[in-house]
C-alpha cells in the first residue's frame, strides 16, 4: 500500500525566504502526488497535483513542486514566503483516480516578519 | 456552486450516545470518504465508498459505521461514541474518471467531542 512521510512536523521560515516543505512517498505503481492546504479552521484545498507528464507541476500561490521518481520525493517549494502562507501543509499520494489517499502527518509552516 | 456539505459543523456529546454526522456532495461523484484529523497523525481514513452500495474500510474504521444509499450523500455514524473518537472528521468526494477524477474535494470539517 501506498505511503507518505513528511520531513519536519514545523517549518519556519522569515518573510521573503525560502519555503522548502519536505515529502516523499512510496507507491507499487506510478502514484498519483498531491500537496493539499489548511488555513486555520478550515478544510483541506488542493495546492497542486502531479498525475503524469510535465514533472514540475505549479499550484496556486505561487507554489510548485517536482516529482522526481528516483528520489520518490514530491517537495513543495515557494521562492518567497508571505505571511498569508502560514498554514499546515499535506502531501497525499494515490494509486489510482478516485482511489484510496494516504497522507502524511503534515507541516505546520510559520512565517516569521 | 460545487462542494462538499457536512452538518452538523461542531457537535459536543456524551459517551454512548448514537450520532450522525452527514455528507453531501453535489459533483455527482463516485467516489466519498471519511477522514479524522488528529494533532501530528495528518489525516486518516475511516471508510470509504466507490459507488452506491459499496463501501468499504479504511485504516481507522472501528467504531464507525457508514452507508452509500445514493450517490450524494455518505453519512457517518457513531453507535456508541468513546472519547477516543474526539476529532476533527472530513468528508470528500471524487469522479473515478481517469485523467478526470484524481483530486479529492473536502469538506469544510465536523469538530466532535465526545464527553
Known amino acids: 500500500a501506498q505511503s507518505v512521510t513528511q520531513l519536519g512536523s514545523h517549518v519556519s521560515v522569515s518573510e521573503g525566504a525560502l519555503v522548502l516543505l519536505r515529502c516523499n512517498y512510496s507507491?507499487?505503481?506510478?502514484?498519483?502526488l498531491f500537496w493539499y492546504v489548511q488555513y486555520p479552521n478550515q478544510g483541506l484545498q488542493l495546492l497542486l497535483k502531479?498525475?503524469?507528464?510535465?514533472?514540475l507541476v505549479k499550484g496556486i500561490n505561487g507554489f510548485e513542486a517536482e516529482f522526481k521518481k528516483s528520489e520518490t520525493s514530491f517537495h513543495l517549494t515557494k521562492p518567497s514566503a508571505h505571511m498569508s502562507d502560514a498554514a499546515e501543509y499535506f502531501c497525499?499520494?494515490?494509486?489510482?483516480?478516485?482511489?484510496?489517499?494516504?497522507f502524511g502527518a503534515g507541516t505546520r509552516l510559520t512565517v516569521k516578519p | 456552486e460545487a462542494q462538499v456539505t457536512q452538518n452538523p459543523r461542531y457537535l459536543i456529546t456524551v459517551t454512548g450516545k448514537k450520532l450522525t454526522v452527514t455528507c453531501s456532495q453535489n459533483?455527482?461523484?463516485?467516489?466519498m470518504s471519511w477522514y479524522r484529523q488528529d494533532p501530528g497523525l495528518g489525516l486518516r481514513q475511516i471508510y470509504y465508498?466507490?459507488?452506491?452500495?459499496?463501501?468499504d474500510k479504511g485504516d481507522v474504521p472501528e467504531g464507525y459505521k457508514v452507508s452509500r444509499k445514493e450517490k450524494r450523500n455518505f453519512p457517518l455514524i457513531l453507535e456508541s461514541p468513546s472519547p477516543n473518537q474526539t476529532s476533527l472528521y472530513f468528508c470528500?468526494?471524487?469522479?473515478?474518471?481517469?485523467?478526470?477524477?484524481?483530486?479529492?474535494?473536502f469538506g469544510p470539517g465536523t469538530r466532535l467531542l465526545v464527553l
Open positions: 470528500a468526494s471524487s469522479s473515478v474518471d481517469r485523467g478526470v477524477g484524481e483530486t479529492q474535494y
Open positions: 502531479y498525475t503524469t507528464g510535465a514533472t
Open positions: 459533483m455527482n461523484h463516485e467516489y
Open positions: 507507491s507499487s505503481v506510478p502514484p498519483y
Open positions: 497525499a499520494v494515490s494509486e489510482y483516480a478516485g482511489g484510496d489517499m494516504r
Open positions: 465508498s466507490m459507488n452506491v452500495e459499496v463501501t
